[in-house]
C-alpha cells in the first residue's frame, strides 16, 4: 500500500529529528553609527554600519555580512541655487547552502531519512562519505552519487561563497530663477562587482564526478534627469502647473559565467582543477531616452484634472520602430465640499476619480537580432560533463539560434481605465472605497511557435492580447480613536478576471516552466 510506512521499530530504538537537529539559533548584529549637522546654507550627514547574519542552518556555510558607508550633502550658492550630492558604498559578503528542488539541497537529503539513522554520522571508518542511500561505500566510490546528499555533509563540504562591492550616488543642482519656475537637475551612477563561487564536492548527488561553478558579474547604470516646473494661480479659484522633462539612462550589465565538471582532485574548488569547462561571457548594453511633459489643474480646491504626454526611446527596438507615444489622464473631484451643511454631518469625505493610462514594456535585448553561437548538446559521446559541442578538434562550427528575432518589434502596450469612489463617514468612524478597473495589454511580446523547417521552433513576436477586469472594495472601521489607544476593523474584497483574447492565430503559446508544471498561454483562458 502506498499508505506503508514499513515495519515498526524495535521498542527502544534511538530515533532523530531529522527537521530539528538541522537548524539552531541564528544570530544578528546591526551597528549602525549617523552624524549630521549643518546652518542655513548647508547640510552634511554622514552614516556607516555593520550587519552580522549568522544563520540558522547548523554548518559554517550560513552567514552573511554587509557593511555600508554613506554621505549626503546640501550647499547653497547665492539665493537661488542650492547644489546636493549623495554617495554610498557598500561590501557585502556571503556563505550559502544547497536548498530547494535539489538532491544536495538540506531538506530533501534531512527530511528522507529514516528516523532510526543518524545523519550527524557521514563518514566511514576509512573515511568515505556516506548517506542512508549508500551506507557503505568504497574508495572506488569516490565519484559515485549518495542518493540524497546528508545535509551536514552538504553543508560543511559544498561553498558558495559570494562578495559583492557597490558604489552609487547622485548629484544634483536645484535653481529657482522666478518663484514660479523651479529647475531640477540630477546625474547619477550605480556600479557593482559581484563575484560568486559554487563548488559541488565529488561524490555528490547532483553532479557525483563534482562541479565548480564561477561567475563575476558586473553592472554599470549612467542616469540623467532634467525637469522644469511652472506654477501659477490665474485666480483664487484656478491653480495650475505645467512640468517638462527629460530622463537619458545606460545600462552595461556583464556576466562572465564558467562551468567546471568533473573535479580531477578533490580540493580545491577551482576552474583550472575540473577536466571540462563550458564558458560564458554574455553582455548587454541598453541605452534609453525618454521626454515628458504634464500639467495639471486645481479648479475651486474640489477638482483636479491631470494630463501627461511621454515620449520613449530604447536601443531594444528595431532602427525602424524605436519611439513611442504613452499618454494619461485623469479627473478627480471631491464633491463633499459642495454638498449642503445637512449633508456633511454624516459624510465626512467624498471623492470620485477617474483615470487613463498607457504603459509600455520594452523587449527583451537583442531579441530584434538573429545570432549564431557555439552550439551545446547534451548526447552520449560528448566531452567529460557529456555535452556535445559543435567545436571539435580546433574545428569551428556555429549554430543558428532556436528563436528568431524581429526588427520590428513594437512595445507591449497596456491601455487601463480606472475609477474610484472613496466615501468617509459619522466623522471618521468608518471609510469606504470602491473601484473598478480594465485594462487591455496588446501586442504582448511572445516566444511563438514557428514551423521547424524554417530552421529554428520560435520566433519573436507581437503575438497576444490579455485583458484584466476586476472590482476592488476596502470598508474600514474605527471604533475606538485615541491618543492612547486606537481599534480598526478593516475588509478587503477583490476580483480579477484575467483572459487570453488573441494569440496570432496560435493555439497555444509557452509562457515558462518549472520543474513538472508547464504554463501556456491560450485563447479563452
Known amino acids: 500500500s502506498s499508505h506503508n510506512w514499513g515495519t515498526l521499530l524495535a521498542p527502544g530504538t534511538k530515533t532523530y529529528d531529522h527537521f530539528t537537529e538541522m537548524f539552531e539559533t541564528g544570530h544578528v548584529a546591526d551597528n549602525n553609527l549617523s552624524v549630521s549637522g ?39 550658492i547665492g539665493e537661488k541655487f542650492k547644489l546636493g550630492g549623495n554617495l554610498s558604498y557598500i561590501d557585502s559578503r ?126 554599470y547604470i549612467l542616469d540623467h534627469n532634467l525637469t522644469a516646473i ?9 491653480q495650475g502647473t505645467l512640468t517638462l522633462g527629460q530622463n537619458l539612462n545606460s545600462t552595461d550589465f556583464h556576466q ?25 561571457d554574455n553582455e548587454v548594453l541598453v541605452h534609453r531616452e525618454s521626454y515628458f511633459g504634464q500639467a495639471t489643474a486645481d479648479l475651486w480646491d474640489q477638482l483636479f484634472l491631470t494630463a501627461a504626454l511621454r515620449n520613449d526611446g530604447f536601443s531594444t527596438f528595431g532602427q525602424n520602430n524605436r519611439r513611442h507615444w504613452f499618454p494619461k489622464a485623469s479627473a478627480a473631484w471631491t464633491f463633499t465640499k459642495a454638498l449642503g451643511e ?24 537583442y531579441s530584434t537580432l538573429n545570432t549564431y553561437g557555439v552550439g551545446r548538446f547534451g548526447e552520449y559521446g560528448g566531452d567529460a560533463s557529456g555535452v556535445l559541442r559543435t567545436i571539435y578538434l580546433g574545428s569551428a562550427g556555429l549554430v543558428g539560434p532556436d528563436s528568431v528575432g524581429s526588427d520590428s518589434l513594437r512595445p507591449e502596450r497596456t491601455r487601463e481605465y480606472e475609477g474610484w469612489l472613496d466615501f468617509g463617514f459619522f466623522k471618521r468612524w468608518s471609510d469606504l472605497r470602491i473601484s473598478y478597473y480594465d485594462s487591455k495589454t496588446s501586442d504582448v511580446i511572445f516566444e511563438a511557435p514557428t514551423p521547424t523547417s524554417s530552421g529554428s521552433q520560435f520566433i519573436v513576436r507581437n503575438a497576444a492580447t490579455i485583458t484584466n477586469k476586476g472590482w476592488e472594495v476596502t470598508a474600514n ?17 477583490g476580483r480579477n478576471r484575467n483572459l487570453v483574447t488573441d494569440l496570432s492565430g496560435s493555439n497555444d503559446i ?15 483562458f
Open 38 to 76: 549643518g546652518d542655513d546654507r548647508r547640510t552634511f550627514f554622514l552614516s556607516a554600519g555593520i550587519n552580522n547574519n549568522d544563520g540558522f542552518v547548523v554548518g559554517p556555510n550560513d552567514s552573511y555580512k554587509r557593511s555600508s558607508i554613506r554621505l549626503k550633502a546640501t550647499q547653497l
Open 94 to 219: 556571503g556563505s550559502y547552502i544547497q536548498r530547494g528542488d535539489n538532491t544536495s539541497g538540506i531538506m530533501l537529503g534531512g527530511m528522507r531519512t529514516p528516523p532510526e539513522w543518524n545523519n550527524l554520522d557521514f563518514f566511514t571508518a576509512d573515511g568515505q562519505y556516506k548517506s542512508y542511500r549508500y551506507q557503505n561505500p568504497t574508495p572506488a566510490a569516490q565519484a559515485a552519487s549518495r542518493g540524497y546528499d546528508n545535509p551536514f555533509w552538504i553543508s560543511q563540504e559544498a561553498p558558495a561563497k559570494s562578495s559583492l562591492s557597490r558604489v552609487l550616488g547622485n548629484v544634483d543642482l536645484n535653481w529657482e530663477p522666478f518663484d514660479w519656475l523651479k529647475i531640477q537637475e540630477t546625474a547619477g551612477a550605480d556600479y557593482y562587482t559581484d563575484s560568486r563561487l559554487e563548488g559541488l564536492p565529488l561524490g555528490n548527488s547532483t553532479t557525483p564526478d563534482g562541479q565548480v561553478i564561477r561567475a563575476d558579474y558586473n553592472n
Open 230 to 238: 511652472a506654477s501659477h494661480t490665474f485666480a483664487p479659484w484656478f
Open 256 to 280: 562572465i559565467y564558467d562551468l567546471g565538471s568533473t573535479l580531477i582532485a578533490p580540493t580545491p574548488f577551482a576552474i583550472t582543477n575540473t577536466v571540462s569547462v563550458d564558458p560564458n
Open 342 to 365: 445637512g449633508l456633511k454631518d454624516k459624510m465626512d469625505f467624498g471623492k470620485v476619480r477617474f483615470a487613463y493610462g498607457e504603459t509600455g514594456r520594452e523587449p527583451v535585448p
Open 477 to 493: 472601521l474605527h471604533p475606538i480613536r485615541r491618543s492612547d489607544l486606537t481599534w480598526d476593523l478593516g475588509l478587503v474584497w
Open 510 to 524: 509557452l509562457v515558462g516552466s518549472q520543474a513538472i508544471l508547464t504554463t501556456v498561454a491560450r485563447v479563452g
